[in-house]
């Protein structure tokens, strides 16, 4: 495993251009350890855009970003290896089971055990009496757990989450909400994308409301979140 670590994530002036469409300009922040930082704002907002950008999947047109002395032009692999990220796409082999799943991901990531890997992650998804069914006969929260297993397998210090809440009901939203903040207590970065206000209420650490690809504003530790978000949203350009 890689010995790369950090213990925060910095953007300085990040834009990213499709063409002629500015889908991020000049975003900047800072997080750290221990701490959940919300992206919010309306679709088209920039929310996937950026997180694309923290996982090293998009480059940007201009800014940087850097995971406490590392940049990710120069680090590379060794950088992604401390990253992890749920995105809409959850990435899992309906065909195999959940324990086949994990224990794929946890070799691709060099577990000494990869069974042992997947076996500690279905005990935390709380789906160990439902390891060897394949993920087709899971239902949608079902498949959110494992995938969010799967995104933390390798123990990455950067979790990158981009709507997880979608398609969940009650009881997967909370257990979701309680592996977050067990991450956080855990030293984790989570940076998570989310429309989802009520379930973002009293988890996030900080949020950046953007819009049309720009930063509105940022708050630190955000309380009555749906009438701060309408406040700062509602400010004309």
Same mark, same amino acid.
């Given at each position: 495993?890689?010995?790369?670590d950090?213990?925060?994530?910095s ?30 704002g309306?679709?088209g ?11 090293? =999947?998009?480059? @940007?047109s201009? &800014?940087?970003v850097?995971?406490?002395?590392? +940049?990710?032009? *120069?680090?590379?692999?060794? $950088? !992604? ?11 899992l ?21 990869a ?27 079902m ?17 990158? =989450?981009?709507? @997880?809440?979608? &398609? ?6 909370? +257990?979701?909400? *309680?592996?977050?903040?067990? $991450? !956080?207590?855990?030293?984790?970065i ?29 708050v ?18």
């Open positions: 495993m890689t010995n790369v950090f213990d925060e994530v953007a300085e002036d990040v834009s990213r251009h499709f063409g002629r469409r500015k889908a991020l300009s000049r975003i900047s922040f800072q997080t750290g350890t221990g701490s959940i930082l919300g992206l919010l309306p679709n907002a920039g929310k996937s855009t950026m997180i694309a950008v923290l996982a090293t =999947l998009l480059r @940007p201009s &800014g940087d850097r995971y406490g002395t590392h +940049a990710a032009s *120069a680090t590379g692999a060794d $950088l !992604r290896a401390r990253i992890g990220i749920l995105g809409h796409d959850l990435f082999y309906p065909e195999l089971t959940a324990r086949e799943n994990l224990a794929f991901f946890a070799g691709l990531y060099g577990a000494a055990s069974r042992a890997a997947a076996d500690a992650a279905l005990d935390r998804a709380g789906l160990a009496d439902r390891g060897d069914d394949p993920i087709s006969s899971f239902s949608r929260g498949r959110q757990r494992v995938a969010l297993e799967r995104s933390l397998i390798h123990g990455p210090r950067l979790v990158l =989450l981009d709507e @997880p809440f979608t &398609g969940l009901d009650d009881a997967s939203a909370a +257990a979701l909400v *309680a592996r977050l903040r067990g $991450l !956080r207590n855990e030293g984790a989570v940076v998570l994308a989310t429309h989802d206000l009520d379930l973002a209420e009293g988890l996030l650490d900080s949020a950046l409301f953007l819009r049309d690809g720009r930063m509105v504003d940022a630190a530790r955000p309380d009555a979140l749906r009438s701060t978000y309408r406040s700062i949203m509602g400010r004309t350009s």
